[in-house]
């Protein structure tokens, strides 16, 4: 085992759930008994049954990955966006494993914890990298807010009382306007996420494209935009009407003032995910939702 002295993998969790303070568990004590070093959040430690061989980090910075080979994330949808910030920034690939519901940007389910330890020693995995978006908040010409996101920027109404009233440009140019509950901003793998409960088409991880999503929109031309990787998409909000928000991942939020324009760009850096499958999306698909396909025969031969 001494060849894996010098390896460490931060572990990231959802401790509120009882499954991911089971889980995490499983996870650290298969890495330590293999000589790979674990690296936790103290905030999350308290919360874990963990050996005194785990280092603990205090605070919750890019730099606490710093040496890591691998970031592994335990939990939901919502823990694992938390795990694509760190991934983010630091440049570290994440393996998910999903505690939660759906969990697309999981690698992994809690019944194969043994499977993607084994893996982890082995290095048996690929490392793919995912598209992300650049957000900019502009406002009388001055930028008043800049963000990312992985799966979307969403540019919502702010209540319930009224619409939002925006006018939508892609490449410089005025699309439509109208008044809608929000529009999602999303990039592919986010289609599988909120543009995906407002309507919008589910894309392939390997397509390279931006989608444009409109949410309850008052108009005979509401439909779903896909556009170039390379195309700028903006959302004007006009300046007759209640602030709006935007949020980014389900996230991160800023209010949007009447007038504000927010522009949505392919991102300038990805999130690497570390994959344990060959599998293809299709089938990943069919089985995130569940899809009914008996019946089907195949090509023949």
Partial sequence: MTQNRARTVFLLAHTGRPAAIRSAELVVKGLLRSGIGVRVLEEEARDLPLPDEVELVKEATPQCLDSCELLIVLGGDGTLLRGAEFA?????????????????????????????????????????????????????????????????????????????????????????????????????????????????????????????????????????????????LAVEVLPHIPPGVLWCDGRRTVELPPGARVEVRRGAVPVRLARLHHASFTDRLVAKFALPVSGWRGAPH
């Fill in 88 to 232: 983010r920034a630091s440049g570290v690939p994440m393996l998910g494993v999903n505690l939660g519901r759906v969990g697309f940007l999981a690698e992994a389910e809690r019944d194969d914890l043994d499977r993607v330890v084994d893996r982890v020693v082995a290095r048996s995995y690929e490392v793919e990298e995912r598209m992300t978006v650049d957000v900019v908040v502009h406002r009388n010409g001055d930028i008043v807010h800049t963000d990312w996101a992985l799966n979307e920027a969403a540019v919502q109404k702010a209540g319930a009382e009224k619409l939002l009233e925006v006018v939508l440009e892609i490449d410089g140019r005025p699309v439509t306007g109208f008044g809608c509950d929000g529009i999602v901003l999303s990039t592919p793998t986010g289609s599988t996420a909120y543009a995906f409960s407002a309507g919008g088409p589910v894309v392939w991880p390997e397509v390279e494209a931006l989608l444009m999503v409109p949410i309850s929109a008052h108009a005979l031309f509401a439909k779903p935009l896909v556009t170039s990787p390379d195309s700028v």
